[in-house]
């Protein structure tokens, strides 16, 4: 793991559209079509599907917007407006536990279709949350990131 490897930052919302305006508002940062879905994720209760909804910027620094799940590790950080820093992986697993032996809490994996680990989030007793994510989905995330559409579906070129 490497500090160059890290390409975003995450936040969670309560108001979705709320927060994508204001940034647009502030910033001037412009969205990809948000992505809604139910995903299936490993929790430390066990494996479960939760409906998903996030969009990344198309303007860098990237910034990702989650919608708020209830009772899950998807709610807003008290104090503060950062959920996680994202950083690519070529191997999940490994730097999972490597995180795991330096004292961060394994709270969420997702998980493809055979049980693959796609992303995982690690919490430590201080700084952010971390998101290790597979490399081998940057090509879809940089297609998703150059479509150019914001998150109502209109063009941001």
Same mark, same amino acid.
């Given at each position: 793991?490497?500090?160059?490897?890290?390409? =975003?930052?995450? !936040?969670?919302?309560?108001?979705?559209?709320?927060?994508?305006? /204001?940034?647009?508002?502030?910033?001037?940062?412009?969205?990809?079509? /948000?992505? $809604?879905? /139910?995903?299936?994720? $490993?929790?430390?209760?066990?494996?479960?599907?939760?409906?998903?909804?996030?969009?990344?910027?198309?303007?860098?620094?990237?910034?990702? !917007? !989650?919608?708020?799940?209830?009772?899950?590790?998807?709610?807003?950080? #008290?104090?503060?407006?950062? =959920? =996680?820093?994202?950083?690519?992986?070529? *191997?999940? *697993?490994?730097?999972?536990?490597?995180?795991?032996?330096?004292?961060?809490?394994?709270?969420?994996?997702?998980?493809?279709? *055979?049980?693959?680990?796609?992303?995982?989030? =690690? $919490?430590?007793?201080?700084?952010?949350?971390?998101?290790?994510?597979?490399?081998?989905?940057?090509?879809?995330? #940089?297609?998703?990131?150059?479509?150019?559409?914001?998150?109502?579906?209109?063009?941001?070129?």
């Amino acid at each position: 793991m490497k500090a160059e490897d890290q390409y =975003h930052a995450g !936040i969670v919302v309560d108001d979705f559209e709320g927060a994508l305006g /204001e940034l647009t508002s502030l910033f001037g940062y412009r969205w990809c079509e /948000e992505f $809604r879905a /139910e995903v299936p994720v $490993r929790l430390p209760g066990g494996e479960t599907t939760l409906g998903l909804r996030f969009t990344y910027s198309v303007s860098t620094p990237r910034l990702e !917007i !989650i919608q708020t799940v209830p009772g899950t590790v998807w709610e807003p950080v #008290e104090g503060s407006g950062i =959920h =996680h820093l994202g950083y690519w992986s070529e *191997d999940v *697993d490994a730097d999972s536990a490597a995180l795991a032996r330096r004292g961060m809490t394994l709270e969420a994996s997702g998980l493809a279709p *055979d049980g693959t680990v796609l992303w995982a989030y =690690h $919490r430590g007793p201080s700084g952010p949350r971390i998101e290790l994510v597979r490399r081998s989905l940057a090509p879809v995330l #940089e297609q998703w990131w150059a479509s150019g559409a914001d998150a109502s579906g209109v063009s941001a070129s």
